[in-house]
Nanobody, 115 residues
Framework: QVQLGESGGGLVQAGGSLRLSCAAS????????MGWYRQAPGKQRELVAT???????LYAESVKGRFTISRGNAKNTVYLQVNSLKPEDTAVYSC?????????WGQGTQVTVSS
């Protein structure tokens, strides 16, 4: 069983920054893809950014140039640097990891951006 734990969310003013972190409970596993999704109230969950084991990254158009995804030296960690935050970035941000056919999800961390 693999669990994902996120941290780094919080309340920030528009234009501010946060660094979200995610670590898997098992550090003996490597993941094909890790990433972040978000869900705002009343909206569907949407992809924010993903990064492959080879370092290739994918971003939602709405966050390009403002968010940066990276993987830590440990194979089981992923980070999301979020800059120039906007009120519309307010959401629960959830960590995601894929290993073969298995998908894993964290419980999420709240990011709230005040105007």
């Amino acid at each position: 069983q693999v669990q994902l734990g996120e941290s780094g969310g919080g309340l920030v003013q528009a234009g501010g920054s946060l660094r979200l972190s995610c670590a898997a409970s098992r550090n003996d596993l490597s993941f094909d893809t890790m990433g972040w999704y978000r869900q705002a109230p009343g909206k569907q969950r949407e992809l924010v950014a993903t990064i492959s084991s080879r370092g290739g990254s994918l971003y939602a158009e709405s966050v390009k140039g403002r968010f940066t995804i990276s993987r830590g030296n440990a194979k089981n960690t992923v980070y999301l640097q979020v800059n120039s935050l906007k009120p519309e970035d307010t959401a629960v941000y959830s960590c995601y990891a894929k290993r073969g056919p298995a998908d894993y999800w964290g419980q999420g961390t709240q990011v709230t951006v005040s105007s």
